[in-house]
């Protein structure tokens, strides 16, 4: 009988330590897997009534690409307008994986109403505009946007071949 109870009780101790160290693995293995990171900041939208104004009143757009050895300027009423078409008005989350693919500004009579950063490339499709040179909104670029960039990219890398074949 003695026998038996110290069996019993050899075996509920065997079974504490293991439950006991199955806890700490499940700690240990949820402390090991990767943290779901936070989610990216969300700027406000840039508000309608500054792009109406681009939109009623523009006179110059800009484009500097950082990658690419051209830039945009538009000078026409119907290019302006169509450029604030590339603002979504939903805000984009600002993501650190991102990189600006180059700056843009908007004015109005040689002053800069509006100015910022632009991304572009997969997965990164937003406007950060600034003020006093701080970031104030972020929008997505519209699939409209996104097509314009694209073109226009293609069309000046074409031309760049063509004037390198001419050489």
Avoid: W
């Avoid at 079974?15 to 949820?30: H, K, P």
């Avoid at 792009?51 to 006179?59: A, S, V």
């Avoid at 109403?113 to 909104?137: A, M, N, R």
């Amino acid at each position: 009988m003695k026998l038996r109870f110290f069996g019993l009780l050899l075996v509920l101790a065997l079974a504490g330590c293991n439950s006991s160290t199955g806890g700490d693995q499940q700690a240990n293995t949820a402390a090991e897997q990767p943290q779901t990171p936070p989610p990216a900041p969300t700027l406000p939208s840039v508000p309608l009534a500054t792009l109406e104004k681009i939109y009623n009143e523009g006179t110059q757009v800009d484009y500097i690409f950082y990658n690419h050895p051209f830039t945009l300027s538009l000078t026409e009423k119907a290019s302006i307008q169509f450029s604030t078409a590339h603002v979504a008005e939903d805000p984009a989350p600002l993501l650190p994986n991102c990189k600006a693919a180059g700056r843009v500004t908007y004015q109005v009579d040689g002053n800069i109403v509006l100015e910022g950063d632009f991304y572009f490339s997969t997965g990164c499709t937003y406007f950060v505009f600034y003020e006093k040179q701080e970031k104030k909104y972020a929008n997505y670029m519209t699939d409209e946007g996104i097509k314009y960039f694209n073109d226009q990219i293609q069309q000046a890398l074409e031309l760049r071949k063509k004037a390198q074949q001419g050489q």
